[in-house]
């Protein structure tokens, strides 16, 4: 569809033919917007055009994929003066960046990120990742003073501040138990859960073997080119998976390792291959392990830690 200049340029360019006792109309010139008018009308066509189909994206879209913070938190910085480009001072919510261009972040953002809390929490069995549902509790209730590990080595003091805006990043079912992170910080969220995260998470899975006579534990009897499916080959929802890493830990337990985190996903594949999960456990995230958490515990991520 032409916008309403287009379609007066366009109208402008036609011959209109009139009969011969009456005069040929002359076309009218294109109507042009009062100058008056113009910040207005592009402003408008800037919030009315998505950030990715504009070559100069937006500059808290741009700070988003350069790592440098969340959107939320850029919209934030901006706002408070804290952003810089080409060393031009930037408060203008929604101002555009080129990629070529140089931002510079003010040290009081850098403090305030600093103060942002990411909690790890060995999830039991019995509790849901995030928002209360069919009468379960959600984990974060687990965070209090008195869950946290004493083993905890982070030099932070726990305040209920630290509790407000958690977001669960990677979930574990109900009845799945393991490593949890929730964190305030919108670059670690987007880190384990974005759309292009390939941080690896790896499972202990115990499994059975229904459809096997009970003639050997499932390492001795379950076939080859089955678990190879589990490493590459199975598709969910229509949609391929990607690689796994898959091995036997001990004789009735898988080691899994994911880069990806389908809903239910370890479930699914191995009821593909006529396994049934009997116990799953969440280990490890990137180059961050449960360790010694005991369940039910949390404790904080430390500044010598990352999940890169």
């Not at 990715?52 to 003066?81: C, F």
């Not at 209730?141 to 869950?147: G, S």
């Not at 534990?217 to 080859?224: C, L, Q, T």
């Not at 995230?285 to 010694?292: C, E, N």
């Amino acid at each position: 569809m032409q916008d309403a200049a287009g379609a007066a340029d366009f109208n402008a360019t036609l011959a209109f033919s009139a009969p011969d006792h009456r005069p040929a109309m002359k076309p009218r010139p294109p109507t042009r917007p009062a100058a008056g008018n113009a910040p207005a009308q592009r402003q408008r066509r800037d919030a009315d055009t998505p950030a990715g189909n504009d070559e100069t994206p937006r500059l808290s879209k741009r700070m988003s994929e350069l790592g440098l913070a969340s959107r939320r938190e850029a919209d934030e910085w901006i706002a408070a003066g804290w952003v810089r480009v080409d060393g031009e001072l930037v408060d203008t919510l929604g101002a555009r960046v080129r990629p070529e261009q140089k931002i510079d972040i003010d040290p009081r953002a850098r403090r305030a990120q600093a103060g942002l809390a990411t909690i790890l929490l060995h999830k039991p069995v019995g509790y849901v990742s995030s928002q209360a549902e069919g009468g379960y509790r959600p984990a974060v209730v687990l965070v209090t003073a008195e869950n946290r590990w004493h083993g905890d080595r982070a030099p932070i003091e726990f305040s209920r501040a630290h509790l407000r805006g958690l977001a669960v990043a990677g979930r574990l079912d109900i009845d799945s138990t393991g490593l949890l992170v929730m964190t305030q910080d919108g670059r670690i969220a987007r880190q384990l859960i974005g759309a292009d995260s390939s941080v690896e998470k790896e499972y202990l899975v115990r499994v059975t073997w229904p459809e096997a006579q009970r003639t050997g534990p499932p390492k001795e009897i379950f076939p080859a080119d089955r678990l190879q499916l589990l490493r590459h080959g199975l598709s969910l929802d229509g949609v391929q998976l990607k690689p796994a890493k898959v091995s036997w830990q001990n004789e009735d337990q898988l080691r899994f390792v994911l880069r990806e985190g389908r809903k239910r996903q370890i479930r699914r594949m191995c009821e593909a291959v006529g396994l049934k999960v009997v116990g799953l456990k969440r280990v490890r995230i990137g180059s961050v392990v449960l360790g010694a958490l005991p369940a039910g515990q949390w404790r904080y991520l430390r500044a010598d830690e990352s999940f890169g």
